[in-house]
T-cell receptor, first 111, second 117 residues
Framework: KQEVTQIPAALSVPEGENLVLNCSFT??????LQWFRQDPGKGLTSLLL?????REQTSGRLNASLDKSSGRSTLYIAASQPGDSATYLC??????????FGTGTRLLVSP | GAVVSQHPSWVICKSGTSVKIECRSL??????MFWYRQFPKQSLMLMAT?????????EQGVEKDKFLINHASLTLSTLTVTSAHPEDSSFYIC?????????????FGQGTRLTVV
């Protein structure tokens, strides 16, 4: 059974810092991995999608890497801003139907 | 990116009544939609997979008679919580996949906060 873990569960940083969020999964047989952002009481916004054959994806200040063999992904946020404050979720696709989500990292970026 | 619209964003209902939540793909066709449930400070749990024109597939432990799913068109799926009870209070989120995209990226609605009193 696939299990996805995110560390840390919560993170508080001052504005401007670069930071790394971690995601680990127990079964390397995945189709892809997706990083999402969730604001309080809201739905999910897709940030980056990494296919199983890819090593990383970049979008603006965000960079996500994938090491499938070791079951790890990282989301790197450069020059963090207060607007980046949210919960970040990673999810691995284990079949056509199923995404398995991590428990999330709650990020607070203070001015 | 593709847009998924979910309605209502929040609803309060009395115990014993039924509530319908709509999930629409606005700018793409979705042969498959997914319904998730999220408890406070927890992650999303898949409840069921909704297939256009056929019966939904429910995850283990999810009561199909309680959570009725209809996917009558390529752009609309509905989740009806029947005879709602306070323990059904939760955040429900739908997801849809673009039938014309090969990369299986998932797009999510804004979520519906259900409170049963």
């Amino acid at each position: 059974k696939q299990e996805v873990t995110q560390i840390p569960a919560a993170l508080s940083v001052p504005e401007g810092e670069n930071l790394v969020l971690n995601c680990s999964f127990t079964d390397s047989a995945i189709y892809n991995l997706q990083w999402f952002r969730q604001d309080p009481g809201k739905g999910l916004t897709s940030l980056l999608l990494i296919q199983s054959s890819q090593r990383e994806q970049t979008s603006g200040r965000l960079n996500a890497s994938l090491d499938k063999s070791s079951g790890r992904s990282t989301l790197y946020i450069a020059a963090s801003q207060p607007g980046d404050s949210a919960t970040y979720l990673c999810a691995v696709r284990v079949s056509f139907q199923k995404l398995v989500f991590g428990t999330g990292t709650r990020l607070l970026v203070s001015p | 990116g593709a847009v998924v619209s979910q309605h209502p964003s929040w609803v309060i209902c009395k115990s014993g009544t039924s509530v319908k939540i709509e999930c629409r793909s606005l700018d793409f066709q979705a042969t498959t939609m997914f319904w998730y449930r999220q408890f406070p400070k927890q992650s999303l749990m898949l409840m069921a997979t909704s297939n256009e024109g056929s019966k939904a597939t429910y995850e283990q432990g999810v009561e199909k008679d309680k959570f009725l799913i209809n996917h009558a068109s390529l752009t609309l799926s509905t989740l009806t919580v029947t005879s709602a009870h306070p323990e059904d209070s939760s955040f429900y989120i739908c997801s849809a996949r673009d039938a014309n995209r090969a990369n299986t990226e998932a797009f999510f609605g804004q979520g519906t906060r259900l409170t049963v009193v």
